[in-house]
């Protein structure tokens, strides 16, 4: 217990520092904090398009929330790893993404045994094409591209990996075709939304994609120590006094003993959240 107070009081002034330059930077717009629970177990999930997506949630709630984070966070070696000494600080739990890590999930437990929060991303890795996936589009469709690698990639990697796969999925289903692909590879959104309202495709198509498929990692735990999933979505864009980088957390979710169930109905509500956030930027 002494160590768990030691982290949480380290987590605690990184908290107080860094909360105002993360506002005061990104200017996100944040609802819902209420529906955070003041105590008990509750592993806190969402949407993961930005390194800095924890910070929204994190910066509502007194609580010290344990996140899941990739081990190349931890270690030197790796050119992620500048900052190990800030992930151990603030409590972060390391997790060997390339196995089933035990002993990630062993520490994970038993911080939710303990009646703290626990917070990882359901996606599983952050919803933008990585490098390998842009080289596979590249040498792909290098003819019709007329640019070097570079550019490909420079212009594609922050798109997000559902969406962009999705619509190569829409041309091999012929819903689009070869020129209509090309030209909308790096701004996909734009043309399933345009899809969409062309009636070629349905919203509930369109919304099934926003997200990668969910893990069972979320619901598994929270069952294991009857803890309360509170899910939060992050839309718009992480830029300096953002006008649309909108945050909302939704209401606890409990977990039933059907954990496939439990994972679609999780997915179902950051889905509707998704929207409320949309919705935000429009208002």
């Known amino acids: 217990m002494k160590e768990e107070k030691e982290k949480c009081g380290l987590y605690k002034f990184f908290r107080g520092t860094l909360r105002p330059i993360f506002k005061g930077y990104y200017n996100p ?12 177990p509750i592993i806190i999930v969402g949407n993961h398009i930005h390194i800095a997506d924890q910070c929204s949630p994190i910066s509502v709630t007194k609580r010290c929330v344990h996140y899941m984070a990739k081990k190349e966070y931890f270690d030197k070696q790796y050119k992620e790893g500048k900052f190990a000494w800030f992930f151990r ?60 690698f570079k550019a490909f990639y420079d212009g594609i990697k922050h798109e997000k990996t559902s969406q962009v796969d999705f619509l190569e999925d829409l041309l091999k289903r012929k819903v689009i075709n070869r020129q209509e692909f090309i030209d909308n590879i790096f701004v996909p959104d734009n043309i399933l939304r345009e899809l969409v309202i062309k009636q070629r495709l349905s919203e509930e198509e369109y919304y099934e994609h926003i997200f990668l498929p969910f893990k069972f ?12 999933i509170v899910p939060f979505v992050t839309t718009g864009d992480y830029k300096f006094r953002s006008h649309n980088l909108n945050v909302v957390i939704g209401k606890p979710i409990k977990v039933s003993d059907n954990l496939e169930e439990s994972n679609n109905l999780l ?17």
């Not at 717009?29 to 008990?40: L, R, W």
């Open 29 to 40: 717009k944040i609802v819902g904090g209420e529906n955070i629970p003041t105590e008990g």
């Open 89 to 148: 600080g603030a409590g972060c739990i390391p997790v060997d993404r390339t196995i089933k890590d035990t002993e990630a999930v062993d520490s994970a437990l038993e911080v939710l045994h303990k009646g703290y929060a626990l917070g990882l991303f359901p996606e599983g890795t952050r919803n933008a094409v990585k490098e390998a996936r842009a080289k596979e589009l590249y040498d792909t469709y290098q003819k019709e591209l007329n640019m070097d």
């Open 217 to 228: 990692g979320a619901v598994s735990m929270a069952h294991k120590t009857n803890a309360l």
């Open 267 to 283: 997915r179902q509500e950051m889905i509707k959240l998704y929207k409320e956030s949309l919705q935000m930027t429009e208002k």
